[in-house]
């Protein structure tokens, strides 16, 4: 199995080191033929040839970075669609600072017209290229099997999400841990490529860990929150044994200093780019009802501090008319055309740049929720309160990795793990990770009507 392991991530790595060389070759094509001659007919430039690779290396460099942030390298691992939304990303962020590094360099606005072929031509090929290799990937690996170990807890939500990725994953067996841990044992040894340890009491599923860890067995686990906090812990060598030291967190002074420059910065700026947008939206609501523009509610930030969320308008004024708070769900008859255009492009969140610019919200954090609901939230799970350690977001890391339908549950264990992991760096991987998401429609539905608060575990 290490071996078969071993070869698929060789591969992986073969097939995306093709696919940058290839995008590279594209941007050297247009910059030997379009952009250079440009610059020396006006005296900007005059290469030699390491000067050249120096342009090509330095292309190529962003483009790793840009891709490995965004998991564009990840073929076979996560969606096709997934991979080809990283790679487009990919090629804009690293084709759009080439292109005002040559600017620069001719100190004037070059033509964008053979940057924006170069994408064009990159983006068709990143499409057809993502569709072979996962072809030929899939083909050549045939799916894990899999064996899911599991507790009192219903596994039909792991189930579904499993068999969502049914060309990489097979889901052969399932056992209740009541069956007990010798007859699941016997089980493991029937040759599974992995095995999920799926809402176990921590006795049996440590023993099963190290069993699985001993044969060389993948695992996948279901963390628990005190799993999550321990991800966070520093490791001390204060005598001749390891130890964990977990504390109450806060930021440093000088994290807290560079967030908010970043928030100030950021939320003037995308203020400023955004302002055509918000017009227009703010118009069109106003002429469908003649209802507010805007739409403000109570909401909860660090230290469940309250403070008014100022959105755009996407329901009916009449919305909760009974006063009962409660979430979109799919299809809700409250949300007009027009919020459902501006929900589903993220347009109905740009007012809260105003919260993030006067000092209520972060750019990045756990979602803020209304006080009703987290009271609701806190009697099946206390340790929601965990998550107000920090200023709440405009995005975070369960927009990012979760969705707007992801358990209460699910959401918390993102958010805790944002918060143990904090580094400036995360802030702005999750920034650019945030554009993404926004093309993803799944990203922005609504909860099922038939789905209920996580238990607590």
Not at 70 to 95: C, H, M, Q, R, W
Not at 228 to 245: C, N, S
């Amino acid at each position: 199995m290490k071996r078969m392991d071993s070869l698929k991530r060789f591969v992986i790595l073969q097939l995306s080191f093709i696919g940058l060389l290839f995008h590279t070759a594209v941007y050297a094509f247009f910059w030997f033929h379009e952009y250079y001659p440009y610059l020396r007919f006006h005296g900007k430039a005059n290469f030699f040839f390491k000067g050249h690779i120096l342009i090509i290396l330095i292309y190529f460099v962003l483009l790793f970075f840009f891709a490995s942030t965004y998991g564009a390298l990840k073929i076979g691992y996560l969606k096709p669609t997934d991979v080809f939304l990283s790679e487009f990303f990919s090629l804009l962020f690293a084709n759009v600072i080439s292109y005002f590094q040559i600017s620069l360099m001719a100190n004037w606005i070059v033509s964008v017209k053979p940057i924006a072929m170069a994408t064009l031509i990159q983006t068709i090929a990143s499409a057809v290229w993502i569709f072979v290799c996962n072809t030929c990937y899939y083909k050549a690996f045939p799916p894990r099997e899999i064996l899911i170990i599991h507790g009192e807890r219903s596994i039909n939500d792991i189930v579904t999400k499993f068999e969502s990725r049914r060309e990489k994953y097979k889901i052969r067996k399932s056992m209740n841990i009541s069956e007990g841990v010798e007859a699941v044992k016997k089980e493991i040894a029937n040759g599974y490529g992995a095995v999920v340890l799926w809402d176990i009491p921590v006795a049996d599923r440590n023993y099963l860990l190290k069993y699985c860890y001993s044969r060389a067995v993948r695992v996948y686990m279901m963390p628990k929150i005190s799993d999550v906090i321990i991800k966070g812990a520093d490791q001390l060598h204060l005598f001749d044994t390891p130890i964990y030291l977990t504390r109450e967190y806060a930021l440093k002074i000088e994290q807290r200093i560079v967030k908010r420059l970043i928030d100030l910065v950021c939320s003037i700026l995308l203020l400023i780019a955004a302002s055509p947008f918000m017009l227009v939206t703010a118009a069109a609501i106003r002429l469908y009802d003649g209802g507010p523009v805007f739409y403000k509610q109570i909401r909860c930030t660090i230290g469940c501090k309250e403070f008014s969320i100022l959105k755009f308008r996407s329901m009916r004024v009449d919305a909760e008319k009974d006063g009962v708070a409660r979430l979109a769900s799919k299809n809700d008859s409250r949300i007009t055309p027009v919020g459902r255009f501006i929900r589903a492009t993220r347009i109905d969140e740009l007012p809260q740049l105003f919260n993030i610019l006067k000092g209520d919200m972060s750019f990045i954090g756990p979602r803020p929720e209304r006080p009703e609901i987290i009271d609701q939230y806190l009697e099946e799970m206390p340790e929601f309160a965990f998550r107000m350690k920090v200023k709440a977001g405009l995005a975070g890391y369960a927009q990012v990795y979760g969705k707007y339908n992801t358990t209460p549950y699910d959401k918390l264990k993102l958010d805790l793990t944002y918060i143990e992991q904090y580094s400036v760096w995360l802030d702005l991987k999750l920034m650019l990770l945030t554009l993404k998401i926004l093309v993803k429609p799944e990203s922005t539905e609504g909860v099922d009507s038939t789905q209920t608060t996580a238990m607590r575990k």
